[in-house]
């Protein structure tokens, strides 16, 4: 008796060790999930196939005659939502990208591994696009069993080339959209239409990324969840005992039995959830890095429990804390704290987009081995830079000023290079000398401050300040 609880307890201790999808030689195990069109399928197949949509459609959709978004690395043009940023706006894109950390880190406290199963691309279009295709020509998890260990035939080879072949053209659709949010749509079309050695490197990227859409749909799947994603493993540090997960009510469901066993609890070990599971995983073990939270096993379980006439939600989304048989405690100091550093990055990231300028202007003093000069007649000459950037979407025209404050204007001179300059969209002018020239006698302790101002085409107007430096007696 004793040897049999140590060998049902080292088979439940086992899956802490090793990977569902890897036997004890090392070799990978296919998994063959089935499908239980339950509650939580048809909802989250609703939600996968807008999301779809929204994949698909935003890259051809234009605001202002622009598209909604691009990120046009290349050439340093970023679009988003109608609204063109260059590269001098790295601030927008650190706060976006912040806000979007701390959302993924509030929201996983929260709800869990929600991003995992009901929005993560690879579940989506895996779980609703490629499998529906495989189960579409190949039959339901026992066919496409039996049809992999069978002997190389006209049928199988049938089914697996056209199988292939509609995941290759689903899979060209996805690579084709991905590669439209960085080049534009009618850069696509370009290529489309044209011979490939027209655009070499962009056909290459294409079909690089179409290569990688068919290998991991069609081959690598849930592995990338199980092996690559880093997000499995860093879950752990936000997740807590109060997060909403999937989790199976040990007290209701053991001892496991039959139905008719009057000491046996509501599990009847029937393994479905097992079996429809993505990943291959059994939710009875309790938490692990495998689950994705799709809620396979909650449509699976649940559809048992109708079945024998037993009380839905043995498998359900749930606390740990209340798995357990606490209560659960919403507000935790960690929520605050995202929250809060949420709420100053988006503020902030709000602000700067409310007062965006058009263009930047900075002027600094030329860093040489004196900070001034004298030229013979006994003036003093300080040299400064100018950095003119274009953040406009159309060609501007720029006029630069400076004075000396408080001094006569008979006193000083100014020569700016380049002065009404014209510059391109998304273009930076650097480098544009100011030279400034003061009569000694003007100086207030070795100093003077100086304005300068910048116009552009359409009246918008930049002033910034500097010191005028000198001798001090």
């Given at each position: 008796m004793s040897n049999i609880l140590n060998n049902e307890d080292s088979e439940k201790k086992s899956y802490k060790d090793s990977l569902y999808t890897i036997d004890k030689?090392?070799?990978?195990?296919?998994?063959?999930p089935e499908i239980i069109y339950g509650k939580f399928f048809k909802i989250r197949s609703v939600v996968a196939y807008l999301l779809m949509a929204i994949y698909l459609l935003t890259p051809w959709l234009r605001i202002n005659e622009k598209p909604i978004l691009l990120l046009n690395f290349p050439e340093r043009i970023f679009v988003i939502f109608g609204k063109t940023f260059w590269a001098t706006d790295s601030i927008f894109l650190m706060l976006l990208l912040a806000s979007l950390g701390l959302t993924l880190f509030l929201v996983t406290s929260l709800f869990g591994r929600l991003w995992c199963g009901w929005a993560c691309p690879q579940t989506v279009f895996l779980e609703f696009l490629f499998r529906p295709i495989e189960r579409l020509i190949e039959g339901d998890a026992n066919k496409r069993k039996k049809l992999d260990t069978a002997p190389w035939g006209i049928e199988k080879i049938f089914?697996?080339?056209?199988?292939?072949?509609?995941?290759a053209i689903f899979a060209s659709i996805i690579a084709n959209t991905a590669l439209a949010y960085f080049i534009g749509t009618d850069k696509l079309i370009e290529i489309a239409t044209n011979s490939p050695l027209n655009n070499p490197i962009l056909f290459s990227v294409m079909v690089f990324l179409m290569f990688i859409m068919a290998f991991e749909f069609g081959w690598f799947r849930e592995q990338f969840c199980t092996v690559l994603c880093?997000?499995?493993r860093f879950q752990s540090v936000m997740l807590d005992p109060d997060s909403l997960v999937i989790g199976y009510d040990y007290n209701r469901g053991e001892p496991?039995?039959?139905?008719s066993d009057p000491n046996a609890g509501d599990c009847i070990?029937?393994?479905l959830c097992v079996r429809v599971c993505p990943t291959g995983i059994d939710i009875r073990n309790g938490l692990q890095l495998e689950c994705i939270n799709c809620a396979q096993c909650i449509d699976a379980c649940d559809s048992i429990m109708t079945k024998i006439g037993r009380a839905t939600g043995l498998i359900r989304y749930d606390t740990e804390r209340k798995l357990l048989g606490g209560e659960r405690k919403i507000i935790r100091p960690r929520l605050f704290v995202y929250l809060s550093i949420l709420l100053l990055y988006s503020t902030l990231f709000i602000y700067l987009l409310i007062n965006r300028s058009e263009f930047d202007f900075d002027v600094l003093k030329e860093s040489q081995s004196s900070v001034y000069q004298e030229s013979p007649d006994g003036r003093i000459i300080n040299q400064f830079r100018a950095k003119v950037s274009n953040k406009s979407t159309v060609e501007q025209t720029y006029k630069i000023t400076a004075e000396v404050l408080n001094s006569p204007d008979t006193s000083y001179s100014v020569t700016i290079a380049r002065n009404n300059m014209k510059v391109q969209p998304g273009q930076m002018i650097d480098n544009l000398p100011i030279f400034i020239s003061l009569e000694k006698d003007q100086l207030e302790k070795g100093q003077k401050e100086i304005k300068f101002e910048i116009e552009d085409s359409n009246g918008n107007k930049i002033i910034k300040t500097s010191k005028f430096l000198g001798p001090t007696n």
């Open positions: 030689k090392g070799r990978r195990k296919w998994v063959y089914k697996k080339a056209t199988k292939h072949l509609l995941c880093p997000y499995a496991r039995g039959k139905k070990d029937c393994k």
